[in-house]
């Protein structure tokens, strides 16, 4: 499924990957079949396909939801938020991605909810909202400093960079 997709030929990405998802199924293996559901779906947003590809993610946020990984819950609800969103439903995505910032709050995975900060963001921004998106924004950039400093051994108080610009340097060499 995977070559196929490279190829860009996505109806064979998804034939393939579905033949992957009935054996896992079929094995009970059900982290795999949720990992399954969302390269189906990403294969379908791919190929415009906005119906097919939302179906699969929202199969892919149940089967992990169900198997307790709450960051893969988070990550799955912010790509149905992004199909949402070239699917021409700017409101039903900004309130998808609200839910994924609240799992990965959950997951306490900061980085996580940094990038979905950032995407609920450039939501709020095409709906019209920059305020809102400057404060998102402020946000994710404060995530990134905090966990920028926890990482390199830095106290809160002290040793801070002073701009994102350096926050996001300093993270890209991790």
Not at 22 to 37: F, I, M, P, S, V
Not at 98 to 125: F, K, M, N, S
Not at 151 to 156: Q, R, V
Request: charged fraction near 25%.
């Amino acid at each position: 499924g995977g070559a196929y997709q490279e190829l860009g030929d996505f109806s064979r990405a998804s034939d393939w990957f579905g033949r992957a998802l009935a054996q896992r199924l079929a094995r009970g293996e059900r982290a795999d079949a949720a990992r399954l559901y969302g390269r189906i779906g990403a294969v379908h947003t791919y190929a415009g396909r906005y119906g097919e590809a939302l179906r699969n993610w929202s199969s892919a946020v149940t089967g992990h939801r169900k198997n307790g990984d709450v960051a893969a819950q988070a990550r799955a609800l912010s790509e149905m938020a992004r199909v949402q969103e070239y699917a021409g439903r700017p409101e039903e995505s900004l309130r998808t991605c609200q839910e994924a910032v609240e799992w990965a709050r959950h997951a306490q995975d900061v980085r996580l909810q940094a990038a979905l900060q950032l995407r609920l963001a450039d939501t709020l921004d095409r709906l019209g909202d920059p305020t809102a998106a400057r404060l998102h924004r402020g946000a994710a950039e404060r995530m990134l400093g905090e966990e920028y400093l926890t990482a390199a051994g830095f106290e809160s108080n002290g040793g801070a960079p002073s701009s994102a610009y350096e926050i996001r340097s300093a993270s890209a060499e991790d």
